[in-house]
Structures are given as structure tokens and as C-alpha cells.
């Protein structure tokens, strides 16, 4: 119940920024003035509204209810992210390391909230694997934009890297809704046809699979009638 309330409070907060955000723009358009101030106030409205999308992500799978402490943590991530690129957007000549951090844990705040999107479908049991793959297709992409950012050095063998990892992060995105859209669609047509085999005893009473003993009688449609 405070995950869902924590996402409805995510959700005003995010499309009241979008309003502001809107506002701001339309303003800026129609005066034709722009500002270093009316810069700062789009991007700490712009952050706010990425950081309610991850947070609204994070909570979500908070109300799955299982290993909730990711959950809890992707959400405190947004808000300690936002805090830091607040503070990078007001600054007047923010530092390399500064920076350097804001980018850091953006890239970590998007990875947790997009990972924890993907852990939230069931999916069959045979294809649960396919959601670790990605998760773990994140976490490695999350770590080597990591390392680019602070070594800021690129090659060619990191550009194939990253190139490989993002293709795998985007297909696994696709993948698993489609799972999970096809499981849904098995288990419905499962429940469609289920079926109660019953099997005769030496006693005379029926049995099922699961050794439930049934008493069984025909059916008097003319009670019915």
C-alpha cells in the first residue's frame, strides 16, 4: 500500500513538472528570450520528471513483493541522483569529478528502474532466464558506460562493446513483454480447457490425480427445467 501511494505521489509530481516544464517553453517561445535562469529551471524540471519515472519504475516493483530491498534502493538512487544533478545544474562551473558523478549515477538510476521493469512480469518457469540475461545485459552495459565516463577513454574494441551490449539490452527489452504476452495467452487457453480426470477405485469411490476421492452422480436436468 506505500509503494502504490509513493507512485501516485511520483506520478502528480511528475506530470505537474511536465506542465511546468510545458509552461516554461511555451513562454520561452512565444518572448523569444532565453536565459542561463530559464536553462537551469527547464533541466531541474526535466530532472525531476526522468527521476519520478525511474522512481514510479522502482516502486512498481516494490508492490511485487519480493526482494523489495532493490526496490527501496532504486527509489532512494533517483532521489539521491536528482539531489546531485540539481546541484550540477546550479552550479556555476561545476567540476570534472562533479560531473563526472551527476553522469555516473544517472546511468545507474535508468539501469536500476529499467531492470526492475523488466523483473516485473511472470514469466514460465522455462523462460525465466530470459530476464536475468537481461538484467545482467544492463548491469554490464551500466558498468562500461561507468568505466567510459570516468576514464573517458574510447576505442574501437569499446565501441564494439557497446555497441554488442546495447543491441542485446534493447532485444531483451522486447523479448520478455513478448514472453510474457505469450504465457498469458497458454495459461489463458489452460484455464479454458481444464479438465477433471477422475479414475474409479477398487471401493468405488473416484479419485484424481491428486488422490481427492469425488462422490459422482448423474447430472438431473429435469430438476432444472
Known amino acids: 500500500m506505500q509503494a502504490d501511494t509513493l507512485r501516485k505521489r511520483m506520478l502528480w509530481l511528475f506530470v505537474t513538472c511536465l506542465a511546468l516544464t510545458a509552461a516554461i517553453a511555451i513562454i520561452v517561445v512565444l518572448s523569444g528570450t532565453w536565459s542561463l535562469f530559464v536553462v537551469r529551471v527547464l533541466s531541474s524540471s526535466a530532472s525531476i520528471s526522468a527521476a519520478s519515472i525511474c522512481g514510479m519504475s522502482c516502486a512498481a516493483f516494490i508492490e511485487r513483493g519480493r526482494q523489495v530491498a532493490w526496490g527501496h534502493a ?34 545507474w538510476t535508468v539501469a536500476f528502474a529499467h531492470a526492475e521493469l523488466l523483473l516485473l512480469p511472470k514469466l514460465a518457469r522455462e523462460h525465466a532466464w530470459v530476464q536475468l540475461a537481461a538484467v545482467a545485459a544492463i548491469a554490464a552495459l551500466a558498468l562500461l558506460l561507468t568505466y567510459i ?22 532485444l531483451l527489452t522486447l523479448v520478455v513483454p513478448v514472453l510474457w504476452r505469450i504465457g498469458g495467452a497458454a495459461r489463458g487457453a489452460s484455464a479454458a480447457h481444464e479438465q477433471l480426470v477422475l479414475t474409479k477405485g477398487e471401493d468405488g ?8 476421492r469425488y462422490s ?10
Do not use: Y
Not at 532504486?74 to 567540476?95: E, K, M, N, S, Y
Not at 459422482?216 to 427445467?225: G, K, L
Open 74 to 107: 532504486g527509489v532512494l538512487l533517483a532521489f539521491a541522483t536528482l539531489i546531485v544533478a540539481w546541484a550540477a545544474i546550479w552550479t556555476d562551473r561545476p567540476g570534472d569529478a562533479q560531473v563526472k558523478l551527476t553522469m555516473v549515477m544517472v546511468v
Open 149 to 170: 565516463v570516468i576514464d573517458q577513454r574510447t576505442g574501437d574494441a569499446i565501441g564494439r562493446v557497446l555497441a554488442t551490449l546495447s543491441i542485446l539490452v534493447a
Open 205 to 212: 469411490a473416484w479419485c484424481d490425480r491428486a488422490g481427492n
Open 216 to 225: 459422482v452422480q448423474p447430472f438431473d436436468e429435469s430438476r432444472n427445467s
